[in-house]
């Protein structure tokens, strides 16, 4: 479950940073995106993941809409791979 969690993590980054320049993606563009279905087990690993990005400061949640996009501290993090 660990490397699942960790290869989506990278997988939001990767997305997010190819969409750096374009409006905040919400959850569901996000979800399509990584081939991620509907069912409960994918949304509560996508989430999961989110809030931890989020904690860790490479990912900005909008407060009013709830969409995502990628920090200044997400973008170093990729360059440097």
């Not at 190819?18 to 991620?36: C, D, F, G």
Request: hydrophobic share 30%; aromatic share 4%.
């Amino acid at each position: 479950m660990k490397a699942n969690i960790k290869e989506t993590e990278d997988n939001i980054l990767n997305y997010l940073y190819k969409n750096k320049e374009s409006s905040p993606q919400s959850l569901t563009k996000i979800r399509v995106a990584l081939n991620l279905s509907d069912n409960k087990e994918h949304i509560r690993t996508l989430k999961t993941c989110l809030e931890e990005l989020t904690k860790k400061g490479f990912v900005k949640k909008q407060a009013d809409r709830g969409n995502y996009k990628i920090d200044t501290k997400g973008i170093e993090n990729i360059e440097l791979k």
